[in-house]
């Protein structure tokens, strides 16, 4: 991000990663639009938070609407970082992909004209870990986090020479409503904030990929070497609940 973010915009802001993220980069004279479905959760958090805040009830699958209030806000104030982050883990394939991908696409598209006609601007899009390999309990959650990543990887070679900014956000197992109900054990466990910290300082240093914690990174990068058959007896005991 640049140095200094006059306007942050945030997707998913009623609730965990994304309320954190919020309660993270307020700050005095500095404006934040917050996105979400729940009014009176986005209310709160905006309580919360020091500066500006204004906050828009609207569902990213819708893009219509999307298009319009990315629109609205950026009128108010040209966006200088937009945190595509809401995202779902349960429902079937076409659902998760929904909210997922194409909710990532309905928020990241508007903005991508508006950043290039001030020739600024930085985007993150809200990946996984879960995104580097298909884990047997979530395969579609998995499949919208690859996508994700893959696209913002584009998009960052593509957007680069027009002076914008790409970041893909690949978090480990965070402590959110999203992880409450896992049946299964989460190694590294992060709060919200701590990843809310680690994703802050990612962007301020403009890294490509933001992917923590990193001892639970490795490993998993190290396990798309490995053939499927050694490793998903191991896989079959993590995922989400799909
Ligand atoms: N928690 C983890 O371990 C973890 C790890 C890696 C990546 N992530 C990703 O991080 C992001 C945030 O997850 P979280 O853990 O913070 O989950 P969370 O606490 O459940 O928050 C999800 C947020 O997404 C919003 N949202 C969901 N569906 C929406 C829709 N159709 N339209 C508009 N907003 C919608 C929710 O808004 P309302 O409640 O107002 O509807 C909420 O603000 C997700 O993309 C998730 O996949 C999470």
Redo the contacts with the bound molecule.
């Keep these: 991000m640049s140095r200094d973010p006059g306007h942050v915009l945030i997707?998913?802001?009623?609730?965990?990663?994304?309320a954190a993220l919020a309660r993270r980069l307020a700050r005095p004279g500095r404006r934040l639009t917050l996105?979400?479905?729940?009014t009176e959760?986005?209310r709160a958090v905006a309580g919360a938070c020091a500066g500006t805040t204004e906050t828009m009830a609207?569902?990213?699958?819708a893009a219509p609407a999307m298009q319009a209030a990315i629109e609205r806000a950026f009128a108010t104030a040209p966006v200088d970082l937009l945190i595509a982050?809401?995202?779902?883990?349960g429902g079937d394939a076409r659902t998760l992909m929904s909210?997922?991908l194409e909710?990532i696409i309905n928020t990241v598209e508007p903005a991508i004209p508006l950043m290039l006609s001030r020739g600024q601007g930085h985007l993150a899009l809200?990946s996984?870990?879960?995104g580097f390999r298909g884990l047997p309990n979530a395969p579609a959650y998995c499949a919208s986090?690859a996508a994700v990543r893959i696209w913002g990887e584009g998009l960052r070679g593509r957007l680069a020479p027009e002076g914008i900014r790409v970041s893909v956000v690949c978090?480990?197992?965070?402590e959110?409503?999203?992880?409450a109900e896992n049946p299964f054990p989460m190694p590294f466990l992060m709060s919200?904030e701590a990843a809310a910290e680690r994703i802050a300082r990612g962007l301020a240093r403009n890294r490509a990929r933001i992917a923590f914690p990193r001892r639970l990174y490795w490993p998993i990068l190290l396990g798309t070497l490995i053939p499927q058959a050694l490793t998903d007896p191991i896989y079959r005991r993590f995922g989400v609940k799909e």
């Design positions: 997707t998913g802001a009623s609730s965990g990663i994304g996105f979400g479905r729940n959760r986005l609207v569902d990213v699958t982050n809401a995202g779902i883990s909210v997922n909710g809200m996984s870990l879960a986090k978090p480990g197992f965070i959110t409503p999203l992880t919200p």
